[in-house]
């Protein structure tokens, strides 16, 4: 009988990408693949370890996977990921159950470590690689919308952020291999490509300067892709020549994933960023008159080590001058051993609380006004399917709207495509970040 692995992945897109390369190692291996199951040969979490709701959620997995394997319903437990790479060796001595902590470095090794039959070690060794290419990835989601990640770890060294101690510096894949890759998917269905790293317009700074714009025009040329998406540009980086370059474009979309994460110079420089305020502002302003109807995606920290009420309200009154469609909260985690965690003035969590939820109002007001100016308009947008909690709401999404964070469109009825084909919507009304639309 064919030997069975269930993957559960956690955390951001970058870690599902790595849970179908784990997929794909173990399809080579043999296996037989399931996803999201307790009830398997072997249970591999792929586990995210960045902040502290992430860490408590991969610890709330394991200890399922474990009451799973003492009911006899999984015989081996692997933990692979973020979280073992930062905690391994020391969860390895408090979990007995887990048979195997590997972290984020070796993605493809996992069925060989466990021929080894090392049970409850902790084979962590420093990320290296950028990327195991021999590895064709198993699919988690859906066919049509994938995530294409470019590049591992990140040389950037913002203060708050354990992101280089778990995944290193910034490892760039080479082009040619992303290119192949990209074929291979649209080959399977893919119409949107979503580029992620950590660091994405870096891509290629390790080997001399950005290559970014090379790839771009590589995956322009892949025949049946219809949008590429970037995603995770940092401020610093957005140069007029990305930005002509994405204005000329007939695939890469006008969408801007630009995360700020404060406004306030003081913070700013407190969190090692490489940008001032002024340059956030130029930044933005230079979008807006370069990019003909851009999409502006950002997110900020609240209750940042030092951050005062007065740092607080330049951040909020910022959203006043410069605007954007979706606003991304988050409320400061502190986080060993990022330098931040060791900074005088650690703001009370109470503050940081009351801070998110002020921000989360002011967001939640500006997306509402930003969605209700695609009211009227129609857009070719991608069907996603039916809504899970009404099977007569279709979802779809026009190229604004990154998959899984942004909103849908809500259409009454059932396009004739079908799921990962394209129809044109017209948007009839705002509820939050969500659209009503109807087809046309």
């Known amino acids: 009988m064919m030997k069975r692995v269930s993957i559960i ?5 970058k870690n599902d990408v790595d849970s179908e390369l784990i997929a794909g190692s173990f399809k080579q291996a043999g296996y037989g693949i399931e996803w999201d199951s307790m009830s398997c040969d072997t249970v591999v979490i792929n586990t995210c370890g960045f902040i502290k709701d992430a860490i408590d959620e991969s610890l709330d997995t394991i200890m399922q996977a474990v009451r799973a394997k003492q009911e006899g319903r999984v015989k081996r437990i692997v933990v692979a990921g973020c979280l073992s790479q930062r905690f391994g060796d020391k969860l390895a001595k408090q979990i007995k159950e887990v048979d195997l902590f590997t972290g984020t470095g070796r993605p493809g090794d996992i069925p060989s470590l466990i021929g080894q039959g090392r049970r409850g070690a902790s084979l962590v060794s420093r990320p290296s690689v950028s990327y195991p290419e021999a590895i064709a990835r198993y699919p988690y989601g859906d066919a049509h919308s994938v995530y294409v ?58 080997r001399g300067g950005s290559e970014l714009i090379g790839l771009l025009s590589s ?58 305020s002024r340059d956030i502002k130029d930044t933005v302003d230079r979008i807006w008159k370069r990019i003909k109807d851009p999409f502006l995606r950002t997110t900020v920290i609240t209750g940042f080590p030092g951050e005062t009420e007065e740092d607080f309200r ?37 503050t940081i609380t009351e801070r998110l939820n002020r921000m989360n109002d002011l967001a ?4 509402l006004e930003a969605s209700s100016d695609f009211v009227d308009r129609t857009y070719e ?36 495509g079908g799921k990962g084909q394209f129809a044109d919507v017209r948007i009839t009304d705002a509820i939050g970040v969500d659209l009503v639309g109807e087809l046309v």
């Open 9 to 13: 992945p956690l955390g951001c897109p």
């Open 149 to 206: 990640k470019i590049a591992d770890g990140c040389s950037n060294r913002c203060s708050y952020c354990v992101i280089p101690f778990i995944k290193g510096g910034l490892r760039s894949r080479k082009t040619e291999d992303v290119v192949s890759e990209a074929k291979a998917l649209v080959d399977r269905g893919a119409v949107e490509l979503n580029i992620v790293a950590q660091d994405t317009l870096n891509f290629g700074t390790d």
């Open 219 to 276: 995956l322009e040329k892949v025949r049946g892709l219809r949008w590429i998406r970037l995603n995770y540009l940092y401020p610093s980086h957005i140069t007029d020549g990305l930005l002509d370059f994405i204005g000329g474009s007939e695939k890469v979309v006008e969408y801007f994933d630009v995360p700020i994460q404060h406004i306030s110079d003081r913070i700013l420089r407190l969190m090692n960023r490489t940008t001032s």
């Open 314 to 350: 330049e951040l909020m009154a910022f959203f006043g001058t410069h605007p954007f469609h979706r606003i991304g909260v988050f409320p400061y985690s502190r986080e060993e051993p990022a330098p931040a965690s060791r900074l005088k003035d650690q703001v009370p969590q109470h």
């Open 364 to 367: 939640g007001g500006i997306m």
């Open 381 to 416: 947008s991608l069907i996603e399917g039916q809504d899970p909690s009404d099977q007569t709401t279709t979802l779809a999404r026009p190229w604004f709207l990154a998959p899984e964070i942004d909103g849908y469109v809500l259409i009454h009825g059932r396009p004739a």
